[in-house]
């Protein structure tokens, strides 16, 4: 069982997260999240993004962080931190879900709880523990 501080961030990847078959089950996850209380945040080391992509992606998220845009990239600590004051949060607040396991384990460095996402399903269930409906 996790012991530490009540968390409130939730931090994802883009593509190999959000671009997997049944990633739909994910953004609604974010969606349900975010009526509880939960702040997200995309975290992508693209570039940037169309304002239309960036339309898309409101709904489900309090911020929208592309390395291109904010100098700093994954696994440097610098982003990660960046991501959760966005948020108005600690890193210890935060977790993170990406693909990339060296990016999780910057992002538990920087002081995030980290998720490595090998499937929607457990992904999903990860989660779920994480941020227990009340």
């Not at 530490?4 to 997997?20: F, H, N, Q, R």
């Not at 078959?21 to 940037?48: H, M, Q, V, W």
Request: glycine share 8%.
């Amino acid at each position: 069982m996790y012991g530490g501080p009540v968390l409130k961030g939730l931090v994802i990847d883009y593509v190999g997260v959000l671009t997997d078959a049944g990633a739909d089950e994910l953004y609604a996850f974010l969606l349900a999240a975010r009526e509880r209380g939960i702040k997200t945040a995309l975290l992508s080391n693209a570039p940037g993004a169309s304002d239309e992509a960036k339309r898309s992606l409101d709904p489900f998220f309090d911020a929208l962080v592309f390395s291109g845009e904010v100098g700093v990239a994954k696994p440097e600590r610098e982003v990660y931190l960046l991501t959760a004051g966005l948020l108005d949060l600690p890193a210890d607040r935060c977790v993170f879900v990406d693909d990339a396991a060296h990016n999780v384990r910057a992002a538990v460095a920087a002081g995030m709880a980290g998720v490595h996402h090998t499937s929607v399903e457990e992904t999903l269930t990860e989660l779920s523990a994480l941020f227990p409906k009340p």
